[in-house]
C-alpha cells in the first residue's frame, strides 16, 4: 500500500567511519520503504559507491539478519572524488538514472554536508546533464528536488544538538568493559592504569567512560585542562590511595591538548606521573575494538526507530523542504534542521582554538556540564569530614526495596560520596525496610563504596515486602531511635508503596515527615514520572545476548521460539527486546492476548515456515496473560503447525536481575542519585519537611513529585503506568518484522517534528 500514487524510490548509504547500529537504520529504511510501497535501493560503499553507480534494488530478505551485525553490511568508504563538483554531477546521473531523488544517509557531519551539497546542486546538475545528453529532459523534470533525511553515525558523539548518535553506546559498551578488567588487574597490583579511548573532537566517549568505569581523573578536548595539572593529577591518585582506592584509572581522549596547544597523549601522562611518584603506570589504547562488534541493546531499538522515522521523513517529504537530521533529545526523537546542525557543530571546533572553553563544553549540552561536575566530585576524596551547617551533620540513611535491579550499587555509591560532599553523614540500611525496623544500619565512609560502580546486585540487599500497619510503629521509632533526618529509597515499587503508605500515616507518625526521596531502579521499569529507570537497560543487553544465542541455535531446523521476559505487567522489556533482536510478535499484557489473535498467530507461522523462513521469534511478557502461558503457546503452536515446525519456549528468568550494570545504568544511577542528594538537601534547608518525593527524569526534565501524586500517574492496581510512553512503538515492530496485515504507517507518538 502506498502512500503516493507512484511508487517512490529512495536510496539509503553508510558514509565515513562505521558504526555500530548503521545495519538497526538500513534495515529499518529498506523495511519501512517496503511497507508503504516505496522502492528502496543501497548505494553500496557510501559516496565511493555511488560514484562508481553501485546501486541496487533491495527486498526484504537482503536485511534479514543484520540486526545483530556490527559495522555496515552495505559497506561505507570514504570518496575525494564526491568533494569536487564533478564528483556529484556523476552522482546525480546515477541517481537520476535509477529514478531515486531521496536519500537517507547515514554518517557523521562530513557524510551529511556532502548530502546537503548534493541536494543545493541537484538542479543546476541535472539542467547540465540534459544540455549534454546525457539525461532526457522528461527524465529530470520527474525529478525537481532531492530530499535528504540524516541519521548521525557516529561512535564519538559529536554532533552537537542531539543527545546520542548512533554507535556511541555500543563503543561505552566497549570501553566500560576494558575499563572494568583493567580495574580488576590494576587493583591486585595497586597500579595505575592510562586508559586512551577514541574521540578526537569530542570527550563523550571519555567523560562517559570514566564517570562509568569509576575512574580517577578524565582528560577531554573541551577542557583543556589548566596548567600544573600533572601535579593535580597525582594528588588526586594519592588521596585516592589513602582514602583506600587500589586501583588508579586515568583515561583520556585521543585528541586532547593543554592550554598552550600541546598534545596530552597517554604517554606524556606516563612520563609525568612517572616522574612525579616513581610509578610507572600502564598504558592501554583501546583503539578500534570500540569501533566494532555487535551493536547493543540501544544501538539496535532506537537505531530501528530512526531509520523507520527518517524513512517516512524522505517518503512524504514535501517541495522546497530542507534537508534534516532525526536526532534524539531525551529518548525522543527531534527532526532537525541539517545544515544549522551540522554548523553548530564545527562552531565547536572554533570554540576550541579561540579558547573558549566553557562554550565548547556548553555546546555538548546541559547534562555533559552536569556529569563533568559531577565527577569532579565523585572521584574527589574528601580530605576531612564537612558539616551541612553550623557543626551539622544530618543523618541520611540509604536502602534499597523491591526487585534488583542492575545499576542500586552505582546508585547507592553516588548517593555516599555525593551526600558526604554536602557534609551529611550516610547510613546504609541492609535488607531494606524490614533491615531498618530491625536497626539493620551502618555508616559509609567514601571509601567504603570504592569499587560499587561496577558491581551488580545490591551490597545493602533489597527486600520485596511492602509495609503495612503493623510495621509503622517499629518504623516510626527506628527512624527516630536512629536520628535519621531522611531516607533515599533506591528501589521500585515496593518501596513507593511503602513511602505512599507512610505519608498516609504522617500525621499520626511524626517520624514519617521526614524527607524520604524515592529514586526509580527496577527492570520491569513501571515507575512513575521517570522514562528509564535504573537497571532497566542492563536487563534488555542480557535479553539481547540470551536471544542472538536462542536465533543462532535455531539456523539449522525449522523452528519457532517463545521467549518469555521480565517485567511483570509493564510490557517494556519485552517490547524492547522484540525490537532490538528482531522478533516477529510480542505478547504484552498493554495489548492483551486471546484466542482469536493465536489463531491468526498459528496461520501466519505455517504461511512463514511454508516459504523459507527457520525461524519464528515471539516474545511474552511474564503477566502479558494470566492463563495463555509460554508452554501453552508453545503447545498451541506446536499442535497448529502439525509437524512442519517445532515449537519451543524459554523464559529467560533472573539474569534478567543480575547483570552487571551498563555503562547507561551506572551513569543514569549517578545522575539520579545527585538528584536525591539535591532533594534532601532543598527539604532540609528549608527546615520545611514536605515529605516523600519520588524522582525522575520525563521528557528530559528532572522533576520531582509528591509520593502522594502517584494514583495519578500509575494504575496501582496492575502496578504500570498509566501512561507507557514507549508503546507508541509498537508498530514499529510490525512493520519491520515480517507482517502481513499492514496497515498505514504514521510517525511515532515520541516524535517530535519541529516543522
Ligand atoms: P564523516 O561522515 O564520518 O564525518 P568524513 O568527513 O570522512 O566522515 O566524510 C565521509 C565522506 O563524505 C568523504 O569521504 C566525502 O566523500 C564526503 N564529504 C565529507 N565532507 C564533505 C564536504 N564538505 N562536501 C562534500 N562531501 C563531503
Redesign the pocket.
Known sequence: MSDHADPVSLAILT???DAPGMNPVVRAVVRTALHVGARPFAIRE???GAIDNLIEPMVWSDVSSILDKGGTVIGS???????ERE??RTVAANLVRAGIDRLVVI?????????D??RERWTGLLDELVESGEIEADVAARHPELHIAGVV??IDNDMVGTDMTVGTNSALCRIIDAIDALTSTAASHQRVFVVEVMGRRCGYLALMGAMAGGADDVIIPELPPEDGWEDAMCEKIRAGRAAGRRDSIIVVAEGCMDRHGEKITAQRIQAAIKERTGESPRITALGHVQRGGTPSAYDRWMSTLLGYTAALEVIRAEPGEESCIIGIRNNRLQRLPLVETVANTKKVIDYLEEGDYEAAVRSRGTSFSRIKSLFETLSSPLGEDRYFKDGWRPRVAILHAGGLAPGMNAAARSAVRLGLDRGFEMLGVEGGFPGLIRGDIRPLAWGDVDGWVSLGGAELGTARSVLGIEDYFGLARSIEANGLDAIIMIGGLAGYETAWNMAKEADRYTAFRLPLICVPASIDNNLPGHDLSIGVDTALNTNVETIDKIRRSASASRRCFVVETMGRKCGYLALMSALSTGAEQVYLHETGVDLALLTKEAERMNRAFDGSRSLYLAIRNEDASKYYTADLLRRVFQQEGHGAFSVRSTIIGHQQQGGIPTSYDRTLAVSLAALAIDEVTAQLEKKERVGARYIGQHNGKLESHPIMRIDEEMDMKDRVPLDPWWISALPVLYTVAAREDTTPLEHLAIYDDNR
Not at 77 to 83: G, N
Not at 107 to 115: M, Q, R, V
Open positions: 558514509s565515513g567511519g557510501g559516496w565511493r568508504a570514504r570518496s575525494t572524488e564526491f568533494r564528483g556529484m554518517g557523521g557531519d562530513g557524510s551529511l554536508t556532502g548530502a551539497t548534493l553515525g557516529s
